[in-house]
């Protein structure tokens, strides 16, 4: 509920002026402004701490070693302070503070390049951003701050691409485009732990680990519908032990974080549950039923699997709009909707062929795209409908959509 509803609620006449302060005062609703100065804010952050690193690099050679780091080490601390102050001591400017700590994670990640680069420390990538991650983790439970939470995901997310493509490492998955397999899995990993992290003392941190790995899931399976994944015949096999760990690691964390989705009914909750196993499943499949190849030449680089993968992300697709709708998640439908019709574009574009085909294809296909884009956004706009009418409905909503 925003600060706007509750101003229209009250000029409508139906609440007074007391009970319009009371529900502010009682939800902490804050004014509609306060999210732009936090995106401001945070980009602010950004901005900083990535500007100062190119200051530092533009006059390397001028700088001493000992000013380097003093200097690196003063800032970094300096944000951490000043946020710290923002949000704990002076308590007004809390969305500040926390660009501030943000600020001073990424100088963080800066101290180490530069610490690194000036003693010629390690060569190996990953191991910087293992230390970056290691040292932000514990900021996040520490200052209660999601998007210091958001940053430590990120972190070990690159840490993680970075360490199962480097050479010799025992996570190491080889150098083919069959990364994007566990780059999915990891965003359910995610999910999964979003929602373990429902009803704790961290609930707030829930949602944005939800949304995060959803997302990351998404973006990494829409790939393999396209069918260019390409696995080469040489592809090396160590790590191949990581995807079964990875894919048993998160059915049992999203086993136990449904039962914390108290949003969803029981048959939704196995409903979702289910489509979660089924996109592991597609994700298994891509891994070792799809042949390997012995060129980049091959004209359907996938052997019709990706065909599969456009049904089965379609499929799961429509399931994430069903719970979105019962738990009223209009993040869960918009998201849906989005892959909906890139899914069913992919799968339009993988019907080219000769010049005859692909002229019936665009005739076709595109009278079908614009019928189906209006289709899709008003199906968009009722199910939009449906959750705001369920949040106004309260706790029964989700019995009602059950029957």
Not at 330 to 355: H, K, P, R, W
């Amino acid at each position: 509920m925003k600060h706007s509803d509750i101003d229209t609620i009250y000029k409508a006449g139906l609440i007074t002026e007391a009970q319009h302060r009371q529900i502010i005062d009682h939800f902490h609703i804050r004014e509609d402004g306060g999210r732009f100065l936090a995106i401001l804010s945070f980009v602010g952050a950004i901005l900083v701490g990535c500007g100062v690193i190119l200051l530092i690099a533009a006059n390397w050679d001028e700088i001493p070693r000992g000013a380097k780091i003093a200097a690196g080490l003063l800032l970094m601390l300096g944000a951490h302070a000043g946020g710290w102050y923002l949000r704990e001591v002076h308590g007004g400017y809390r969305k500040t503070g926390e660009a501030l700590h943000l600020a001073g994670a990424i100088l963080f990640l800066g101290n180490i390049a530069l610490i690194g680069q000036i003693y010629h420390l390690s060569s190996r990538p990953p191991n910087a951003l293992l230390l970056w991650w290691a040292g932000i983790a514990a900021l996040p439970w520490l200052l209660r701050s999601t998007p210091l939470h958001l940053l430590s995901l990120l972190a070990f997310g690159v840490w993680f691409g970075l360490e199962i493509n480097q050479a010799g490492s025992p996570l190491f998955f080889g150098h083919d485009e069959l990364q994007i397999l566990l780059y999915a899995l990891l965003g359910l990993l995610f999910l999964g732990a979003g929602y373990c992290l429902r009803d704790t003392s961290f609930a707030e941190f829930a949602s944005a680990t939800e949304k995060f790995g959803l997302l990351t899931f998404m973006v990494f399976t829409f790939p393999l519908t396209w069918g260019t994944i390409y696995r080469p015949v040489s592809s090396p096999s160590a790590g191949t032990w990581l995807f079964p760990v990875m894919a048993l690691a998160t059915l049992a964390v999203t086993g136990l974080g449904l039962q914390k989705c108290k949003d969803l009914d029981r048959k939704g909750r196995w409903t979702w549950g289910l489509a979660i196993a089924g996109a592991i499943a597609l994700l298994a499949g891509e891994l070792w039923l799809v042949p390997a190849r012995t060129t980049w030449q091959a004209a359907d680089l996938s052997g019709g699997y990706h065909w599969v993968c456009a049904v089965g992300l379609f499929i799961f697709a429509l399931f994430q709009v069903q719970a979105g709708i019962q738990s009223r998640s209009e993040f869960l439908v918009n998201l849906g909707v989005i892959f909906l019709g890139l899914d069913i574009l992919a799968t339009y574009l993988s019907l080219f062929g000769s010049m005859g085909r692909t002229g019936l294809v665009f005739v076709v296909g595109g009278l079908l795209l614009i019928g189906l884009g209006i289709g899709l956004e008003r199906q968009r706009r009722q199910w939009m409908h449906q959750i705001k009418a369920g949040r106004a409905a309260g706790p029964d909503f989700p019995e009602a959509c059950a029957s």
